[in-house]
Structure formats: C-alpha cells, structure tokens
C-alpha cells in the first residue's frame, strides 16, 4: 500500500440521531457523538480574520478562477473514476448472479474494494457543495440497520424502539408496513430501493442503497467484535440450486438493482462536474472566494469533524467496532487512507487517476504560497504527515491487523497507531484555519464532533 507524497518543493501550479450497529451485534447503550454541529474551530482562527497580519490583498497572482477550474476538472475526474470503477462492480455483481461460485464472489468483493478507491477521494467535495451534500446519502450514507435488507444474526435483537423496519428483512418478506401502510415489495428494483425503501420512515439508518448496501449484500455481517476475520456471506446465499439463507433469487434482485443504481447515480454526479453541470457552474457563476470557502469548507470538515471524529476518536473512545466504516469489508483502512488522499488532491490541486493520468493545475497550495510560503509549506508538510499516518494503518491491516482490531480495547499500540492518525487530522485542520484567514474569507464554520470536542459526552 504505497501512495507516495508529492514530491518535495513547489507544488505544480497548473442532529442527534441514534447509531444503529452495522456489523453484527446490537450496542449496549447509545453514545451521543451522533450529530456533527457546525462549530468555529478556534478563537485563533476567528482572531485573525480580524487582526490578520497580511496586508493588501491576499489573493495574488495566480487566478483564482483557475483555480476553481483545476478544483472542478479534479472533481469531474474522480467521479468519472468512481463511475468506471462501480460500472465494473455492477458487472461483477451480474457476473456473481449468473454464476455464483466462490470465485465469481471473490471477484465481485474486489470490484466493491476498487471501487472505494475513487469514490473516497470524492469525499473532500462534500461540506463545502450542497449539491453534493443532498446526494451522497443515496450513496455512501453509514450506518444501517442491515436487518432492513437481509437476515441477521440473533445477537442483532429482533427490535428497535427506535426504528420499526429494524428487522423488516426485504429480502424475504414481500410487503412491509411503513407508517402504519402496508406497501407493496414484491417487485425489487432500483426505483423501490430509492424511492420506497431508503430512509424509509424518515429514519436514516434505513439505508437501502449506495456503498455500504451493497457490501453487506456481498460480505453479511462481521461477527468478529475486535477479533480477526470480516464478514463471511457465502456464494450460496446466490445459488438458487443450493440456496443458503434463503430467498437466493430475491436477495441477487436486491443486489443488482444497488449495484445498477450506484451506477445511474455515479452518473448524475459526473454529469454535475461536466462543463456545464450544476455543480460547475455554481462555481463558475458565483464570487470567487465563495468558491474558495467551499473549497476549504469541504477540505476541513471531512478532516475535522466527520473523519477525525465521526468517523475515527468516536470508534476508538468506545473501542466499538460497530463505529467502523467499511465494517462488514473490514476495508476502513483503505476508505479512511484515501479520504486523506482527497483532501491533499484537493488543496495541491493534483489527481492521479487510476489510469495512471494526472489532471492537474493551478491550485489553492498556490494560491497561499503567494502571500504566505511558510503557511503553504506548513500544510503541505501536514497534508503528507496525514497521508503517511493512514498509510501506517493501511500497512497493518495488510499484515492481517485489520482497523477492528486496531481500537480494540487492551491494544495499547493498535489503538496508538489510530491516535496519531486523528492527531495528524486535527493539526492540519487547525492549519486550514489559518488558509481561511490568511486568504481574508469570512468565518467558515467546519464540521465538529463530541469526540474531539466534548468526549465526556460521548458516554452519558
């Protein structure tokens, strides 16, 4: 796992919600670390907004509106790998159904893992992009009650006070009562997945669609705690002629359809991007350092907030490994690894794409080098730190250890490891902060986190 920093020197210029536990077992108890409130960093970063020790305009030579290109083509890019990436899902998915062995699932469980890849550096889009905020729940939303979709072990429970559909089990059951009506679901596709069934109730953790659907379709639940081993769903759970879990034939209709529709929604996100899509032209039509702030907005509340905290202190305060991302993979080390890499993308205004291209070009690293080199090479140099902290991670999780285990309680190293990974995202946001002053934009409020803020929270 080797995703090498960028070379040294100048850089190329060109709601309180409760969690529902998504791997296996039901929690013993709720944490309140569910909302990620809007909150200003540092009174530091407030301060010199407004006593800054620039002076003149921060923003120098290098266009600004360039800039915003270069951030549009990487986004247009890294969706388009997405896209490509989850077509071959898609195609590994019809594969598995036509065929089901225990190669032809091997190679779709690969396909789910390539297509992580690309779609994680897309993360440091959101935040900053409404556009891209109202979608990615249809994609990558996390947790879900997985008794929704499909059996589930008896250590999961058989109810929820919270959510009705926590073990509605579409996969075997034809009709399902929502709000109190009985609705029809003989019929799987992809319209009843986002339109009936996603969210279902108003509730989030009826995920139906997107990502992490799809990876509980391809692995069933990991019932290993913080022990080794990912979730282990049989071939046969697709083998109509030796059927295991029953319902095979509805449970492959369920998987194609998720697998078709992460394609149809891959597509509006590039489409987006295109020259003359939305999300483009938000940008292109907009004052420039809005752009900016949107820029900076999506960088540091993916590394504060919903990395940083959601996603990573909440898991290892808890030692819980219903707290995992990708929890029924065990393929959180590469979706957190490559979160990192985005935001570098992002701010070095650099992209290589999984053809082994570059897209790149004027860049926000710039920018600030313009009117402050110490502070670029500052947030360069913890851009890359970062990058190399999550790749530590990826490294033992390569060596069998996977994430799980690392926040295990008792596992004073593992759960280090994971430390300096949290501590390197939270010094590069607090160096995010100062690119938001020194570029004279007004006061961005990232994404915050119990956690980080407020851990004795967490617990009550």
Same mark, same amino acid.
């Given at each position: ?6 070379? !040294?020197?100048p ?8 969690r ?8 013993q108890f ?18 010199a ?8 305009? /921060? ?14 083509d ?10 490509? +990436? &989850? ?14 062995s225990?190669?032809?699932?091997? /190679? ?17 889009y959101?935040?900053g ?14 947790p ?24 509605? @089990? ?8 929502i ?5 029809? /679901?003989?019929?799987?596709t992809?319209?009843f ?11 989030e ?11 509980? %379709? ?6 290993n ?16 002629? @030796? ?6 034939e ?17 597509e509006?996100?590039?489409? @987006? ?5 939305a999300?483009?032209?938000?940008? &292109? ?12 907005t ?10 940083a ?19 029924f993979?065990? @393929? ?7 979160? &990192? ?19 790149e070009?004027?860049?926000?690293? /710039?920018?600030?080098?313009? +009117? ?44 280090a490891?994971?430390?300096?990974a ?6 590069q946001?607090r ?7 020194? %570029?004279?934009?007004?006061v ?10 407020? !851990? ?5």
């Amino acid at each position: 796992m080797a995703i090498a920093p960028l070379p !040294p020197g100048p850089r190329p210029s060109p709601t309180a919600r409760l969690r529902p536990a998504p791997c296996g077992f039901a929690l013993q108890f709720e944490p309140k670390d569910r909302a990620l409130p809007k909150i200003f960093l540092t009174v530091a970063a407030t301060t010199a907004l407004i006593a800054t020790a620039l002076t003149g305009q /921060a923003i120098a030579s290098t266009d600004t509106r360039a800039v915003l290109k270069t951030y549009a083509d990487i986004a247009h890019a890294t969706y388009e790998d997405a896209l490509s +990436t &989850a077509m071959r899902l898609d195609e590994a998915v019809d594969s598995l159904i036509a065929a089901p062995s225990a190669e032809t699932m091997a /190679a779709a469980k690969a396909a789910w893992r390539a297509a992580r890849i690309p779609y994680q550096q897309t993360e440091a889009y959101r935040f900053g992009n409404p556009i891209v905020d109202e979608w990615e729940g249809r994609v990558n939303a996390w947790p879900l009650d997985e008794g929704l979709i499909d059996y589930v072990d008896a250590g999961y429970g058989v109810e929820s006070d919270d959510n009705g559909l926590y073990t509605a @089990n579409v996969v075997a059951n034809t009709s399902l009562m929502i709000n109190g009506s009985e609705v029809d /679901a003989s019929d799987i596709t992809p319209e009843f997945l986002s339109g009936t069934l996603h969210e279902a109730g108003e509730i989030e953790a009826n995920v139906a669609t997107g990502y992490h659907a799809i990876e509980f %379709l391809l692995w069933g639940q990991d019932l290993n705690g913080t022990g080794p081993g990912a979730g282990a769903r049989a071939y046969t759970d697709y083998d109509p002629q @030796n059927c295991t879990g029953g319902n095979c034939e509805r449970r492959a209709l369920y998987l194609a359809a998720a697998a078709d529709l992460l394609v149809s929604d891959l597509e509006e996100m590039v489409a @987006n991007w295109a020259e003359d899509g939305a999300a483009r032209q938000a940008l &292109a039509n907009g004052p420039a350092k809005t752009g900016l702030a949107a820029m900076l907005t999506g960088i540091g509340s993916l590394s504060y907030g919903e990395l940083a905290g959601e996603r990573m202190k909440l898991g290892l305060l808890l030692h819980d490994p219903e707290e995992e991302h990708d929890c029924f993979s065990d @393929n959180t080390h590469i979706s957190h690894l490559y979160d &990192a890499v985005g935001i570098r993308n992002v701010y070095a205004g650099r992209y290589a794409r999984i053809d082994g291209s570059v897209v790149e070009g004027p860049s926000l690293s /710039a920018l600030v080098r313009e +009117t402050d080199a110490a502070l670029d090479a500052e947030l360069t140099a913890k851009l890359d730190t970062t990058v190399g902290a999550m790749q530590a991670i990826a490294e033992k999780a390569a060596a069998g250890e996977a994430y799980d285990q690392l926040i295990g309680e008792g596992n004073t190293a593992g759960n280090a490891l994971v430390q300096a990974a949290i501590d390197a995202l939270v010094d590069q946001t607090r160096s995010i902060e100062r690119v938001v002053a020194g %570029l004279e934009l007004d006061v961005i409020a990232f994404e915050g986190s119990d956690s980080l803020d407020d !851990p004795d929270a967490v617990f009550q």
